[in-house]
């Protein structure tokens, strides 16, 4: 995984961009044609796999050209880095979960498990704590999201913060869901949630981010058109999730605003990052930061 830094100066015109998201089947789904060069005049991609955790990381320390980040990391990166208005994640009834061994868990002075302290899931959960949870949980432990329930099942922790498919598989562990933060976001906001984003080095110039974002576009919608060419790549990179949990957690986030953020994708972004900064949990974003080139 390279860790070198560049600017646009020092970038080869031809070299392929290079870019990062999870094997989750989400990204792999939507990244599919574009990765494997079916999507018409789309620049090329040099495509490394990591961890929500380690492409926030990439972003914050200014590497690769263009990444999947949590939308919590954006205060941090919004200054080197544009949003794209397609090829995240978010939607409804898609919100992260806490998970217990045993329902009803009072979480008050407990151990929790979250995927990132900048994550999207975390910052839910923060929001969530500070009207449901006054007195807060205890110690908050950073593990790959594919490890968290796993801790939690074997008491490790007390409970863990859940993304993706673990949506759909965490009775397999034996565990309970104790909240759910995508609910009390929808609840008391009415606003989709803002889950991951795509950003692009903003030194690429506003010619080329218009570029990435329609190929992005049309990347989704090649797979929409024909899911059936997406399947291999999804498959390889799943680790070892049933083809129908897989399915599943493509349907439910990749939708709408996977394709086009829209005026309700916009607010609810600036809705996360408005209430956050209120509660002084991320720095304040300016008004444009968002708008894209």
């Known amino acids: 995984m390279s860790t070198a830094v560049s600017t646009a100066a020092d970038r080869d015109p031809g ?9 989750c089947p989400n990204d ?4 599919d044609a574009w990765a494997h060069g079916r999507v018409p005049g789309a620049p090329a ?26 939308y919590a990391v954006l205060p941090w990166v919004l200054g080197e880095y544009a949003l ?5 994640a978010l939607g409804r009834g898609c919100g992260p979960l806490v998970l217990a061994r045993e329902p009803g868990l009072d979480l008050a002075g407990r151990t929790v498990a979250v995927p990132s302290e900048r994550s999207t899931a ?3 959960f923060r929001l969530w704590a500070a009207d449901v949870l006054p007195g807060g949980v205890g110690e908050v432990v950073v593990l790959p999201f594919h490890e968290i329930m796993p801790a939690v099942r074997d008491g490790r ?3 863990g913060l859940v993304i993706h498919e673990a949506r759909f598989t965490y009775r397999d562990y034996g565990l309970h869901c104790l909240a759910d933060m995508g609910e009390h976001w929808e609840t008391t906001t009415g606003l989709p949630i803002p889950l991951g984003a795509i950003i692009a080095r903003r030194s690429l110039g506003p010619e080329t981010l218009r570029a990435l974002a329609e ?37 439910l986030y990749v939708n709408e605003f996977t394709a086009d ?7 609810a972004v600036r809705g996360l990052l408005t209430r956050a900064a209120a509660e002084g949990l991320v720095p304040a974003v300016a008004p444009d930061a968002l708008a894209f080139p």
């Open 261 to 267: 953020l829209g005026e309700d994708g916009y607010a």
């Open 28 to 31: 792999t789904f939507v990244f």
């Open 45 to 70: 991609l040099d495509v490394t796999f990591a961890d929500i955790d380690l492409t926030n990381g990439m972003a914050e320390r200014g590497e690769l050209d263009v990444l999947k980040v949590s």
């Open 157 to 159: 922790v007390d409970a």
């Open 15 to 23: 070299a392929a961009l290079r870019i990062a998201y999870s094997p």
């Open 122 to 124: 975390y910052l839910l």
């Open 84 to 88: 794209l208005p397609c090829g995240g």
């Open 215 to 251: 190929s992005a576009r049309t990347s989704v919608r090649m797979a929409w058109d024909d899911p059936e060419a997406s399947r291999p790549y999804v498959r390889a990179h799943a680790q070892e999730l049933d083809p129908a949990v897989a399915d599943q957690h493509i349907g």
